[in-house]
């Protein structure tokens, strides 16, 4: 099946720092990927749509200033974490959709976030 | 009331026992349905589509229906590595996912 990478995998940062996480499609090009947050024992909430070559899509309640996302290309998107908190800290997870015929989400493996 | 919802459980059971979780999901506009696996602290993997005829693959079972809006899944011969959070998704436009259902087969 295809690949989604996720860098890093675990980061943690003091208050006040701004971390970036990057999505990689390894072997197909996607034009949207996805982010997500998941909080210990909850669901995934979607946070944003990101959009290769437009701005990013942002779910009610998120904050796009603070949530800043980049899709430089057809492989890479990047969501950074401004001026992180404690209650930033969280599971965050990006997506994207294969395409093709058996059209298929695909996670990439999670980085995890703790702000002290 | 939340878009998709499941039944949280816990579901503790044996091995070889058979379990099927629900989800029902509030969008009838839904066009696409899925039952993901997560493990702890792990992303989220794709087991199976779901389609109003029904699929199979193994020993687990997806069943679709859209007049109830109403999915399933049915695991038989439960297997130890079967322990699990399994998710409902349901896309309309988006995925919007269900809260999970936590699985655990004892031995």
């Known amino acids: 099946g295809a690949v989604v990478s996720q860098h890093p995998s675990r980061v943690i940062c003091k208050s006040g720092t701004s971390v970036k996480i990057e999505c990689r499609s390894l072997?197909?090009?996607?034009?949207?990927m996805f982010w997500y947050r998941q909080f210990p024992k909850q669901s995934l909430m979607l946070m944003a749509t990101?959009?290769?070559?437009?701005?990013?899509?942002?779910e009610q309640g998120v904050e796009k200033d603070k949530f800043l996302i980049n899709h430089a290309s057809l492989t890479l998107s990047t969501l950074t974490v401004t001026s992180a908190h404690p209650e930033d800290s969280s599971f965050y997870i990006c997506?994207?959709?294969?395409?093709?015929?058996?059209?298929?989400?695909?996670f990439g493996p999670g980085t995890r976030l703790t702000v002290l | 009331r939340k878009e998709v919802e499941q039944d949280p459980g816990p579901f503790n059971v044996p091995e070889g026992a058979t379990v099927a979780f629900n989800c029902t999901y509030s969008?009838?506009?839904?066009?696409?349905f899925f039952w993901y696996r997560q493990d702890c602290r792990k992303e989220p993997k794709l087991l199976m589509s779901?389609?109003?005829s029904g699929n199979e693959d193994g020993r687990f079972t997806a069943q679709l229906n859209r007049a109830s809006q109403y999915i399933s899944l049915l695991i038989r011969d439960s297997k130890l590595s079967d322990s699990a959070t399994y998710l409902c998704?349901?896309?309309?436009?988006?995925?919007?996912f269900g809260d999970g259902t936590t699985l655990t087969v004892k031995p």
């Open positions: 779901v389609y109003s």
């Open positions: 969008n009838s506009a839904s066009q696409s």
């Open positions: 998704v349901v896309n309309a436009g988006k995925s919007t």
């Open positions: 997506s994207a959709f294969s395409g093709g015929p058996t059209d298929t989400q695909y």
């Open positions: 990101s959009n290769e070559g437009s701005k990013a899509t942002y």
């Open positions: 072997d197909f090009q996607a034009t949207t």
